[in-house]
């Protein structure tokens, strides 16, 4: 069983535009990440966001915790050409990934 | 190159046959996961080692799936009598928590299996 789940499964927005994209969890969690996975690669780390925090930022992405919730987003600003891919969430419980969310980015 | 590199990168085989793949992780990563992706879904755990012992396995991997990492280095994975339900990307991942206390997986390309 997936221990995350991606909403929505896809999304497509113009260049310039912010991506939200969120993910849902069943069981308490120590941390959460979020992955990205190009199109026919492995997938590349890109933020993670401990329990006892509300709220993370690393350039472009903001990531929030939601604990009593069990859920996450991941916020992409500004997007670009270069962020489309899948995005995944997981967490700490044998790293199980959900069906990850398919963002496209319309030039 | 001190990624984790997967070999080969595609696989194209008949049903019935038998398919071993290899990861090599980055040196100093002492656990390794292997999972399986088909197309639109999201990675599915198949198995990891710390060093040379196998923790876990998952009720996805069938007998005919075998995974060793005899030296707690590269890990083979293999599967006996293909189906045509096996085709998909093999991912290998690498992580180090004894050094980093949060883990944080690194991936390979992926082996992209086809079952003819």
């Known amino acids: 069983s997936q221990q995350g789940e991606e909403d929505p499964q896809a999304l497509s927005i113009q260049e310039g535009e912010n991506a939200t994209m969120n993910c849902s969890y069943k069981t308490s969690i120590n941390n959460l990440q979020w992955y990205r996975q190009n199109s026919g690669r492995g997938l590349v780390h890109l933020i993670l966001i401990r329990s006892n925090e509300r709220e993370k930022h690393s350039g472009r992405l903001r990531v929030t915790l939601d604990t009593s919730k069990k859920s996450s987003s991941l916020l992409i600003t500004a997007s670009r050409a270069a962020d489309t891919a899948s995005y995944f969430c997981a967490t700490d419980d044998k790293i199980i990934f959900g069906k990850g969310t398919r963002l496209h980015i319309l030039p | ?116």
């Open chain 2, 1 to 116: 190159d001190t990624g984790v590199s997967q070999d080969p990168r595609h696989k194209i085989t008949k049903r019935g046959q038998n398919v071993t793949f290899r990861c090599d992780p980055i040196s100093e990563h002492n656990r390794l996961y292997w999972y399986r992706q088909t197309l639109g879904q999201g990675p599915e755990f198949l198995t990891y080692f710390q060093n040379e012992a196998q923790l876990e396995k998952s009720r996805l991997l069938s007998d005919r799936f075998s995974a060793e990492r005899p030296k707690g280095s590269f890990s083979t994975l293999e599967i006996q009598r293909t189906e045509q339900g096996d085709s998909a990307m093999y991912l290998c991942a690498s992580s180090s928590p004894d050094r980093d206390p949060i883990e944080k997986l690194f991936f390979g390309s992926g082996t992209q299996l086809s079952v003819l």
